[in-house]
């Protein structure tokens, strides 16, 4: 079983920041992709920032800039650095991952991270 944990979120003025951490635990053999999502009130759940497993990373244009996703593999964890936020950013944060474990491959999902930064 692999479960994914989130933490890191909260209120923050516009102009603010935030660092969303994700960790990973089970029986994973090796991941191959993290991202953050998010979703906001009555909208789809979209990528914000994805890290693959090379080091290869990819933002949403919004977040382009403002946001920078790392990763260490050895711990099997996943943060997201946020500054310079804005009302359009407040969201359920989502870490995701793609990653085979003793059973096969998996797409995982944190249960999700609340942002709120106020208009």
């Known amino acids: 079983q692999v479960q994914l944990v989130e933490s890191g979120g909260g209120l923050v003025q516009p102009g603010g920041s935030l660092r969303l951490f994700c960790a990973s635990s089970?029986?994973?053999?090796?991941?191959?992709?993290l991202g953050w999502y998010r979703q906001g009130p009555g909208n789809v759940r979209r990528p914000v920032a994805t890290?693959?497993?090379?080091?290869?990373?990819d933002y949403v244009k919004s977040a382009e800039g403002r946001f920078t996703i790392t990763r260490d593999n050895a711990k099997n964890t996943v943060n997201l650095q946020m500054n310079s936020l804005k009302a359009e950013d407040a969201a359920v944060y989502f870490c995701?991952?793609?990653?085979?474990?003793?059973?096969?491959?998996?797409?995982?999902w944190g249960q999700g991270t609340q942002v709120t930064v106020p208009s």
């Open positions: 995701n991952a793609e990653l085979s474990y003793t059973s096969g491959v998996k797409n995982c």
């Open positions: 089970g029986d994973i053999k090796s991941i191959y992709q």
């Open positions: 890290i693959r497993n090379t080091g290869g990373t």
